[in-house]
């Protein structure tokens, strides 16, 4: 494992964990601001993942996220040929 890689194993987590943060607190804003007596979980996630796909940070690193796997899986792709 070259420290290039190291760096994007340990960089994935930090990204992810970076996301999981952003989800709570778009979670808790939601939770906090929206009061309906039709409130189901299947609908209180979708509106989460609605604020969250208009939330420029978490598409960021949701970009970031896709392009260390890609790279990751080319990179293993090419060490096994």
């Known amino acids: 494992?070259?420290?290039e890689d190291a760096q994007q194993h340990g960089e994935l987590p930090a990204l992810r964990q970076r996301m999981a943060v952003i989800r709570a607190?778009?979670?808790a804003?939601?939770?906090e601001?929206?009061?309906t007596p039709y409130r189901t979980p299947e609908v209180?996630?979708?509106k989460v993942q609605a604020r969250l796909a208009a939330?420029?940070?978490f598409r960021a690193l949701q970009d970031q996220v896709r392009e260390v796997e890609a790279r990751l899986?080319?990179?293993a792709d090419a060490g096994a040929e």
């Open 55 to 57: 939330h420029r940070e």
């Open 73 to 75: 899986a080319a990179e």
């Open 29 to 31: 804003e939601v939770e």
């Open 44 to 46: 209180f996630d979708l």
């Open 1 to 3: 494992m070259t420290q």
């Open 33 to 35: 601001k929206w009061t």
């Open 25 to 27: 607190q778009v979670a």
